[in-house]
């Protein structure tokens, strides 16, 4: 079975700091996704990588950035976290690039900022 | 621009009641569709996918989606609701680009009243 680890599953920040959620996935998935959740607003995509080192800006980039330096693991970081980046964050990973292809979901990181 | 439609925000059904969660879908290709089910606390877990083959697409815990062309739909089903049904349901379409990314909808949470 595909695997999806998250580094947390809450965590609790103050305005201003920087935040890293990790992401690690264990089925040698070139295709890695963070997406943040919220009510009312389904899922939303951040960033995508399709192999290491690349990255894609998704429907709403802005506050973030990404690093992919190993395959397995996909990193979010918040340059300087906003109360109204306080939200579930979503990980997933697939392999190939054919639409037909699963997207497994890691266990999600709930962030609150405070 | 590929997106869904996801008719109700909440649903509650009786327990041993049909579930049927609606989802209309909008793409300029022929769709890849997906249902996933995200139970309290956890990520999302893929149901069921449909992927031009047969227009009835079985998942697991008992839930089916037809594909209709004609309606743009692609309903969720099941023929007796169980309290361990319980969840947030969202479907999703893939973009058929070369990302081939997932658009979601803004999930239909399912409520089974004993």
């Known amino acids: 079975d595909v695997k999806v680890t998250q580094s947390s599953r809450y965590l609790v920040k103050r305005t201003g700091e920087k935040v890293f959620l990790e992401c690690v996935q264990d089925?040698?998935?070139?295709?890695m996704f963070w997406y943040r959740q919220d009510p009312g607003l389904g899922l939303r995509l951040i960033y995508f990588?399709?192999?290491?080192?690349?990255?894609e800006k998704g429907d709403i980039p802005e506050g973030y950035s990404v690093s992919r330096e190993k395959k397995e693991r996909f990193s979010l970081i918040l340059e300087s976290a906003s109360t109204n980046q306080t939200s579930m964050y979503l990980c997933?990973?697939?392999?190939?690039?054919?639409?037909?292809?699963?997207?497994?979901f890691g266990p999600g990181t709930r962030l609150l900022v405070l | 621009a590929q997106s869904v439609t996801q008719l109700g925000s909440h649903v509650s059904v009786s327990e041993g009641a049909l579930v049927l969660l609606r989802c209309n879908y909008s793409?300029?290709?022929?769709?890849?569709l997906f249902w996933y089910v995200q139970y309290p606390n956890q990520g999302l877990q893929l149901l069921l996918k449909?992927?031009?083959?047969?227009?009835l697409v079985k998942g697991i815990n008992g839930f089916e989606a037809e594909f209709k062309k004609s309606e743009t739909s692609f309903h969720l089903t099941k023929p007796s609701a169980h309290m361990s049904d319980a969840a947030e349901y969202f479907c999703?379409?893939?973009?058929?680009?070369?990302?081939?990314?997932?658009?979601f909808g803004t999930g239909t949470r399912l409520t089974v009243i004993p």
């Open positions: 990588s399709y192999d290491v080192k690349m990255k």
């Open positions: 997933a990973s697939r392999t190939g690039t054919g639409g037909a292809e699963t997207q497994y």
């Open positions: 089925m040698d998935h070139e295709n």
């Open positions: 449909y992927t031009s083959a047969a227009t």
């Open positions: 793409s300029s290709v022929p769709p890849y």
């Open positions: 999703a379409v893939s973009d058929q680009t070369g990302a081939n990314n997932l658009f």
